[in-house]
Nanobody, 116 residues
Framework: QVQLVESGGGLVQPGGSLRLSCVASGFPFSRYAMNWHRQAPGKERELVATITTGGLSSYYADSVKGRFTISRDNAKNTLYLEMNSLNPEDTAVYFC?????????WGQGTQVTVSS
């Protein structure tokens, strides 16, 4: 079955960086677009970034544009999110997701906390 497992979250100071990973299994990873979402306490889940199958095109939410970079390694079935210049407003649980056979799949999430 489709499985998505995120890692790489943690506590970081404002201005710091983190790199999130999402290892995928159970479907042909290279054939599907992948997404990163986040959900902050008391807020709705929001789309952060999307990357196409070959990694040539990507989309970013305005709030992270220029600071976050989404990438993928199809040989390793792994999705990444490089996050720089982090600020407290980036504190959230980060999820990777994909849509396979008209069904959305989500990982369990990884917590990112930006605080001094």
């Amino acid at each position: 079955q489709v499985q998505l497992v995120e890692s790489g979250g943690g506590l970081v100071q404002p201005g710091g960086s983190l790199r999130l990973s999402c290892v995928a299994s159970g479907f042909p990873f290279s054939r599907y677009a992948m997404n990163w979402h986040r959900q902050a306490p008391g807020k709705e889940r929001e789309l952060v970034a999307t990357i196409t199958t070959g990694g040539l095109s990507s989309y970013y939410a305005d709030s992270v544009k220029g600071r976050f970079t989404i990438s993928r390694d199809n040989a390793k079935n792994t999705l990444y999110l490089e996050m720089n210049s982090l600020n407290p407003e980036d504190t959230a649980v980060y999820f990777c997701s994909t849509r396979v056979a008209s069904r959305n799949y989500w990982g369990q999430g990884t917590q990112v906390t930006v605080s001094s």
